[in-house]
T-cell receptor, first 114, second 114 residues
Framework: QKEVEQDPGPLSVPEGAIVSLNCTYSNSAFQYFMWYRQYSRKGPELLMYTYSSGNKEDGRFTAQVDKSSKYISLFIRDSQPSDSATYLCAMMRDMSNAGNMLTFGGGTRLMVKP | DAGVIQSPRHEVTEMGQEVTLRCKPISGHNSLFWYRQTMMRGLELLIYFNNNVPIDDSGMPEDRFSAKMPNASFSTLKIQPSEPRDSAVYFC????????????FGEGSRLTVL
């Protein structure tokens, strides 16, 4: 079993829909949770970053962490065709130790159709 | 800022040949990471440098792979001899943080080994 699980999709939605992307993880030591967005033939770029449990909102994007369930989500409101990309969750134990690496999920491919 | 610069963007080579991938991190970033991305395995961390010193190379698949960082502005990943199973997109990323977390990825080097 992988340490971080993510449905690969593809997830196809109409423009304007609310999108929910999710990851589950097994390591209860993870405290920092991130979402990276990767456009086709590009490198991933950091989209959202949260620490511990709770919600964080940035424009149309909301990141949610439920540490008790070991489950994180990314919600996209009013989805746009420009949101079409692969979304990778990533997590790590802490920022202070150089030995702690980011663990990535496999990514979910999202397609928003006009 | 120009971002992380990788070269070549595309490389097609024959089995047994030596491949050298290059990376220029963002100026001022102390940490540098080499990742490999395939459909089957997703993003895999190969090696991580902090202040030009290799910290963790446990992800390097075998002795055919080697990486160097002779100075703060340049790193190489070498595969010798290359094999078809090495075909993947290789990403270099840099971070201003010692433990990573927020990574700035280059656009990747797409390697095809025939």
């Amino acid at each position: 079993q992988k340490e971080v699980e993510q449905d690969p999709g593809p997830l196809s939605v109409p423009e304007g829909a609310i999108v929910s992307l999710n990851c589950t993880y097994s390591n209860s030591a993870f405290q920092y949770f991130m979402w990276y967005r990767q456009y086709s033939r590009k490198g991933p770029e950091l989209l959202m970053y949260t620490y511990s449990s709770g919600n964080k909102e940035d424009g149309r994007f909301t990141a949610q962490v439920d540490k008790s369930s070991k489950y994180i989500s990314l919600f996209i409101r009013d989805s746009q065709p420009s949101d079409s990309a692969t979304y990778l969750c990533a997590m790590m134990r802490d920022m202070s130790n150089a030995g702690n690496m980011l663990t990535f999920g496999g990514g979910t491919r999202l397609m928003v159709k006009p | 800022d120009a971002g992380v610069i990788q070269s070549p963007r595309h490389e097609v080579t024959e089995m047994g040949q030596e491949v050298t991938l290059r990376c220029k991190p963002i100026s001022g970033h102390n940490s540098l990471f080499w990742y490999r991305q395939t459909m089957m395995r997703g993003l895999e961390l190969l090696i991580y440098f902090n202040n030009n010193v290799p910290i963790d190379d446990s992800g390097m698949p075998e002795d055919r792979f080697s990486a160097k960082m002779p100075n703060a502005s340049f790193s190489t990943l070498k595969i010798q001899p290359s094999e078809p199973r090495d075909s993947a997109v290789y990403f270099c990323a840099s971070s201003p943080y010692r433990a990573g977390g927020e990574l700035f990825f280059g656009e990747g080097s797409r390697l095809t080994v025939l």
